[in-house]
């Protein structure tokens, strides 16, 4: 099955304001987009003023992931691979925003709350580095609150027919 999204022609640019949208209506009240040399968005910043507190989040966006699987499934630009790395870039953030589209109808459907869903890119100490990052620098060692065996269900009881 193609990538998600693989044959998309909109702009990134515009799925980016798309997702602005979708933030500020949520509670953002601070977005920054960062750019690489070439003036393409690489990610977003936001401050969200949740429940608790305000929390800052920050979402790259991947694209030279996306760039591989488009050029190992040889759908798209098979001998261009710079209009292949434009289209891995449009892919990317429409991926992205129809991710944050279904965690937003999960935010509204009560299941779930918005720090929640955003949580892996909350943004933890100095810089732009997120939970998640955190957590891989060391290995997640610092999260003890989880054990392996914090998933296990419990024993089916065996009761003797009476």
Same mark, same amino acid.
């Given at each position: ?5 693989? %044959?998309? =022609?909109?702009?990134?640019? @515009?799925?980016? %304001? ?5 933030? &500020?209506?949520? +509670?953002a009240s601070r977005i920054v987009q960062?750019?690489? +040399? %070439? ?16 929390? +800052? ?8 992931? &996306?760039?591989?699987?488009?050029? $190992? ?6 001998? $261009?691979? #710079? =209009? =292949? ?15 944050? #589209? ?7 459907s009560g299941m779930v709350e918005m ?13 732009? =580095?997120?939970?998640? @990052?955190?957590? &891989? $620098? +060391?290995?997640?060692? $610092? ?16 009761? #003797?027919? %009476?």
């Amino acid at each position: 099955m193609p990538l998600m999204n693989y %044959s998309t =022609r909109v702009d990134t640019h @515009r799925t980016v %304001s798309q997702i602005t949208e979708i933030l &500020v209506r949520h +509670g953002a009240s601070r977005i920054v987009q960062d750019f690489d +040399g %070439s003036g393409n968005v690489v990610a977003l910043k936001w401050s969200l003023d949740g429940r608790y507190v305000n929390l +800052g989040y920050a979402m790259p966006v991947n694209y030279e992931a &996306v760039y591989d699987v488009l050029t $190992d499934e040889g759908l798209i630009f098979k001998r $261009d691979a #710079e =209009r =292949r790395k434009e289209q891995a870039r449009r892919v990317a953030w429409r991926i992205l925003k129809d991710w944050i #589209e279904a965690q937003i109808a999960l935010l509204e459907s009560g299941m779930v709350e918005m720090e929640e869903i955003f949580l892996p890119y909350m943004i933890a100490g100095a810089g732009d =580095r997120t939970l998640y @990052r955190a957590l &891989v $620098d +060391g290995q997640f060692r $610092d999260l003890n609150l989880i054990t392996n065996d914090a998933i296990a269900l419990p024993q089916a009881r065996y009761q #003797e027919p %009476s």
